[in-house]
């Protein structure tokens, strides 16, 4: 049975210096592009990938866009800044020709964050559907944190994904930044928009707060060091911000 390899990518040329070489032993790799302007196409072509350049669709359209172009038996879904691990390319070798029982695997992941390996605090084993049969599966919408959407029976994968989704400070915040953007807009869509004041201090205040006391202390993210503070205490302002962005958005809405 054949694998291809689905991607998106915008401007992804120094993840996919690291990403490329560990899908060798992919059959087809389907790269679909929204505009880079780095060396991102001249660079998954020179790999043997295919590349298609099409307009922003959202995570959601764009992903499912390059799932549509695979035309192996089954699809693995890899975000730019992911690779495959040795441990998993062997696997996935030894278990596709076997025709698998289930239609959808999932993979457990290994976060690198601030270049460390995060191992508490809910970021390991970080397990996603990533692998699938052919049309067995797509991504839902949503604007951000977009997931998998299957139905039947699954199973889960030893061999990991390895993804370095912020190797520095600055490029947490900016992707917090965006997220967070992204969030508050599909908070304000359900009417999550913090009117009150009570709720407001709830949400921007004391949710992120027990969140970071939840990761940090209960699931033993302070194992993780320096990193693991850093990362805790940052995510725990992310949710701050989606809140308030989203009672933002809500107060202009009222204002207009």
């Known amino acids: 049975m054949t694998l291809s390899v689905a ?23 389907i790269v679909v592009d929204s505009g880079s302007t780095d060396k991102t196409v001249e660079l998954a072509r020179s790999f043997g990938a295919k590349v298609y350049e099409e307009p922003w669709k959202g995570y959601a359209g764009q992903k499912n866009s390059a799932i549509a172009k695979c035309t192996g038996d089954w699809i693995l879904s890899l975000d730019a800044d992911e690779l495959v ?19 959808a695997y999932y993979l457990p992941r290994r976060n690198v964050i601030f270049g460390r390996w995060i191992r508490h605090g809910g970021f390991y084993p ?29 199973d889960e994968l030893e061999g990991a994904l390895v993804h370095y989704p912020y190797p520095t ?15 508050s807009e599909m908070l304000a869509q359900q009417g999550v928009v913090s009117r009150g004041y009570l709720t407001f201090v709830w949400n921007v205040v004391i949710r992120p707060l027990l969140q970071l006391k939840w990761n940090f202390w209960f699931r033993l993210g302070f194992l993780d060091g320096r990193e693991g503070l850093m990362l ?21 809405k009222v204002a207009s």
């Open 7 to 29: 991607i998106i990518t915008l401007n992804e040329e120094e993840n996919l210096r690291r990403t490329l070489p560990s899908l060798q032993f992919a059959d087809e790799v």
């Open 85 to 103: 691990s040795p441990e998993l390319a062997e696997q996935l070798h030894i278990l596709l020709p076997s025709n698998p029982p289930h239609d």
């Open 126 to 154: 970080d397990s996603k559907l990533r692998l699938f049969r052919r049309g067995a599966a797509t991504f839902g919408a949503r604007l951000v944190h977009e997931t998998i959407t299957f139905e039947g029976e699954s």
């Open 169 to 183: 400070i600055a490029d947490f915040v900016e992707h917090m930044n965006r997220y967070s953007g992204l969030g």
């Open 232 to 252: 805790h205490l940052y995510h725990a302002a992310y949710a701050s911000w989606k809140y308030a962005k989203a009672w933002e958005v809500g107060k202009k």
